[in-house]
Nanobody
């Protein structure tokens, strides 16, 4: 089991930046890929960004590419999402997710994540 706790959400104006953090605990001696998802009211959950265990492979949704950066610090068991140039349409609950993997450079697809955090609210005002 992997437990995930997100932090760093808040209310900001359009154009501002935020950094989300997700701390993992539990079965952290295994390799695990991680990702950030988001879900806005009335919309389906969206995969925002994913990162491999090594950190060498990343993927992004087209809507955030060039504005968001996912990174990780394995000694701290933490993954980050740096969000720049925020837009009102980025408003959502952001969730951290993890998948234990045998491959250090694998970024799972959106339906492959087994562990989830409780989410943190990000609100961007216009």
């Amino acid at each position: 089991q992997v437990q995930l706790v997100e932090s760093g959400g808040g209310l900001v104006q359009a154009g501002a930046s935020l950094r989300l953090s997700c701390a993992a605990s539990g079965r952290t001696t295994s390799m695990y890929a991680m990702a950030w998802f988001r879900q806005a009211p009335g919309k389906e959950r969206e995969l925002v960004a994913g990162i491999s265990w090594s950190g060498g492979m990343t993927s992004y949704a087209g809507s955030v590419k060039g504005r968001f950066t996912i990174s990780r610090d394995n000694p701290k068991n933490t993954v980050y999402l740096q969000m720049n140039s925020l837009k009102p349409e980025d408003t959502a609950v952001y969730y951290c997710a993890a998948r234990i993997t045998d491959y250090s450079d694998y970024v799972p697809g959106e339906f492959e994540y087994a562990y989830w955090g409780q989410g943190t609210q990000v609100t961007v005002s216009s």
